[in-house]
């Protein structure tokens, strides 16, 4: 069974930092591409950092980049986000993606072109 599993979500300090992890099973997360979003209740999911299969360019949304990190460690099957200089708006819950084709790349997140699979998601919230 294909499968993602975030987690290291939880309450920080603005300012702070926190590392999120994206464990995949039932498949090899090299081969497909693997994206971060989040969603605060109300508002559209958010496309954040994305990896391509098998080393291509990384992908990262102007609202995070030079704050937020996306990487791979292949021989866990997991892809991480690092998120420094964490402010109240980053509050929302993060969730992984991919899809069950490998042809599919960054730019087709939600398109519906491509079976997606999603995690369950871990929540992130920035506050004193």
């Known amino acids: 069974q294909w499968q993602l599993v975030e987690s290291g979500g939880g309450l920080v300090q603005p300012g702070g930092s926190l590392r999120l992890s994206c464990a995949a099973s039932?498949?090899?997360?090299?081969?497909?591409?693997l994206g971060w979003f989040r969603q605060v209740p109300g508002k559209e999911r958010e496309r954040l950092p994305c990896?391509?299969?098998?080393?291509?360019?990384?992908k990262y949304a102007d609202s995070v980049k030079g704050r937020f990190t996306i990487s791979r460690d292949n021989a866990k099957n997991t892809v991480y986000l690092q998120m420094n200089s964490l402010n109240p708006e980053d509050t929302a819950v993060y969730y992984c993606?991919?899809?069950?084709?490998?042809?599919?790349?960054?730019?087709?997140?939600?398109?519906?072109?491509?079976?997606?699979?999603w995690g369950q998601g871990t929540p992130v919230t920035v506050s004193l």
């Open positions: 039932g498949f090899t997360l090299e081969d497909y591409a």
């Open positions: 993606a991919s899809f069950t084709t490998p042809a599919a790349g960054c730019n087709d997140f939600l398109r519906g072109w491509y079976r997606e699979i």
């Open positions: 990896i391509p299969a098998n080393g291509g360019s990384t």
